[in-house]
């Protein structure tokens, strides 16, 4: 069974940071680019960076460059973004996934950051 767990969510202020971790299990892990992904209130679920699992090339959508990095630890089969320089706009929940998005979702990790 497909598990991905978020974890690292929480309340800061702006310019504060947060690392989110995911740990994966129950599919090949190096196999899968993986992404992470965020959802915030009254808006679509958008992909903002993915990390493949063989060149460890990277992706960043424009929202998040600069401020955002992605990282994979295969051996733990586990995902991290570290995330600084955090505006309002970046309140969400953020989720793991293959950068497809099409293994099932996790539960997710609430990130607020206010003014």
């Known amino acids: 069974e497909v598990q991905l767990v978020e974890s690292g969510g929480g309340s800061v202020q702006a310019g504060g940071s947060l690392t989110l971790s995911c740990a994966a299990s129950g599919f090949r892990f190096d196999d899968y680019g993986i992404g992470w992904f965020r959802q915030a209130p009254g808006k679509e679920r958008e992909g903002i960076s993915c990390?493949?699992?063989?060149?460890?090339?990277?992706y960043y959508d424009d929202s998040v460059k600069g401020r955002f990095t992605i990282s994979r630890d295969n051996a733990n089969k586990k995902i991290h973004l570290q995330m600084n320089s955090l505006k309002p706009e970046d309140t969400a929940v953020y989720y793991c996934n293959a950068d497809t998005g099409e293994l099932s979702w996790g539960r997710g990790t609430q990130v607020t950051v206010s003014s």
């Open positions: 990390i493949s699992p063989f060149d460890g090339s990277l």
